[in-house]
């Protein structure tokens, strides 16, 4: 998991260090060029990331010339009016809108709010569903982990979306209508996007974030991450669109979410949110802004983000997290993994025991079994001590180290397979 976010005082007392060294190394001659540093083999490695690079990335501004349809820039961030994009839909605009936001995603501050996006009587309805969804979940004494948080710290929901549908039908027709959610999804990850939910509420006293990225590779410490490709780097932010509604009013203290605008468009950022100065940086310099209850805030999963914390009295901060996926993440075939690594293992062991060098057994495990965790059912398979749950590649890798017997292996496969399902 993360270490805590420094706190404000500590990090005011570093930023001025901080800030002098970067600019230092910025006026040095460098063969590197600032915002790609060097490559090995095409991997990106952590000691290349420089708070320099960073820096002259945010030196780039959010013109509001450049995005006809926006009514204002605060912060940096692009504010939209709901009635007025609506509007501008009616008119037959939409290639226009959704080439605006893109540009705003990719070239851009990476963020944008639209006010009034949601009715209070939708958000009203859905949140009654939530609190009787909330009051079931806590009866059954099941324990809560939260990515990036500390587990119990806050209230979350996994899995809202078909929670909602089958709790409330008429009120998850009435909120995903929504045109303007829509909008964002179909412009970023064009058609078949597949939506999924996690609505969050951290009570007064909660502790915010640390500064990160988001999925995919946000969810990988950086030692994982860099094993990826460079190239793998700049296609992830385009898998996924990350969304937040807010289903309460939110003034500042109450801990909305903090954000680095322009942040996205570094290279190594993946690796380097998880470096101390530029945790201290985000710290000291992130933006913040207020949202009412029916905002949706759109934002490129690769912008240095991370939730506030709560020091209000009496808000109970409620936002509900969109991830939307592109439609392509998916293999042409279906694949019963699971019979397949049951039928192989013998017969992989017996290759290992007859002189198979174990780096060519790595290849077989990699092209029988599934080695990535999600999708998966986040209230059975909790996000407790890390944020992604073994893989079935961990397994059938773990069961060759220690020779485990297969039908044990099997019982151990069922269970994990059972967690991937949604009820």
């Not at 324990?143 to 078909?162: C, T």
Request: glycine share 8%; net charge negative.
């Amino acid at each position: 998991m993360l270490s805590g976010r420094p706190g404000r005082s500590q990090a005011q007392s570093r930023r001025t260090t901080l800030q002098a060294a970067a600019e230092t190394t910025m006026s040095q001659p460098t063969t590197q060029p600032r915002r790609n540093p060097s490559l090995l083999a095409g991997r990106l490695r952590p000691e290349d990331c420089r708070l320099a690079d960073l820096l002259e990335i945010l030196r780039d501004t959010t013109d509001l010339a450049d995005y006809p349809t926006a009514s204002t820039v605060e912060h940096s961030v692009l504010m939209y009016d709901a009635p007025a994009l609506r509007a501008a839909l009616a008119e037959g605009r939409s290639g226009e809108i959704e080439a605006e936001l893109v540009r705003a995603w990719s070239e851009g501050p990476g963020i944008v709010v639209i006010r009034g996006a949601f009715s209070g009587e939708v958000i009203g309805r859905v949140n009654a569903a939530y609190d009787r969804i909330l009051k079931q979940e806590k009866e059954t004494g099941a324990p809560k982990g939260d990515h990036f948080g500390e587990p119990g710290a806050n209230d979350r929901i996994w899995n809202a979306l078909e929670k909602l549908a089958v709790v409330d039908p008429q009120a998850f027709v009435d909120y995903y209508s929504n045109d303007l959610v829509a909008l964002g999804a179909r412009a970023w990850l064009g058609p078949g996007y597949q939506v999924t939910v996690q609505p969050n509420i951290v009570r007064p006293g909660g502790k915010g974030q640390t500064v990160h990225r988001d999925y995919h590779l946000g969810f990988m410490d950086s030692e994982q991450a860099a094993r990826f490709p460079a190239h793998v780097h700049a296609l992830s932010p385009a898998l996924t669109l990350q969304g937040a509604v807010a289903h309460v009013d939110m003034p500042v203290e109450s801990g909305p979410t903090l954000y680095l605008p322009h942040s996205q468009k570094y290279s190594h950022g993946y690796l380097a949110y998880w470096l101390p100065e530029f945790q201290d940086y985000f710290v000291g310099e992130h933006v913040q802004l207020p949202l009412a209850l029916g905002d949706l805030v759109w934002f490129n999963p690769a912008l240095m983000h991370a939730a506030g914390t709560n020091v209000s009295v009496d808000v109970q901060r409620m936002a509900n997290l969109l991830q939307v996926s592109s439609a392509f993440g998916r293999a042409m075939e279906t694949v019963d993994r699971q019979r397949v690594v049951t039928a192989i293992y013998p017969a992989l062991l017996a290759a290992l025991d007859a002189g198979m060098p174990r780096h060519l057994a790595d290849n077989v495990v990699a092209a029988s079994a599934e080695g990535y965790a999600f999708p998966s059912n986040l209230d059975r398979d909790q996000p407790v001590g890390g944020m992604a749950p073994p893989t079935q590649a961990d397994l059938l890798r773990a069961a060759v180290e220690t020779r485990l017997p297969p039908a044990e292996l099997g019982e151990q496969l069922a269970l994990q397979a059972w967690t991937k399902l949604s009820h």
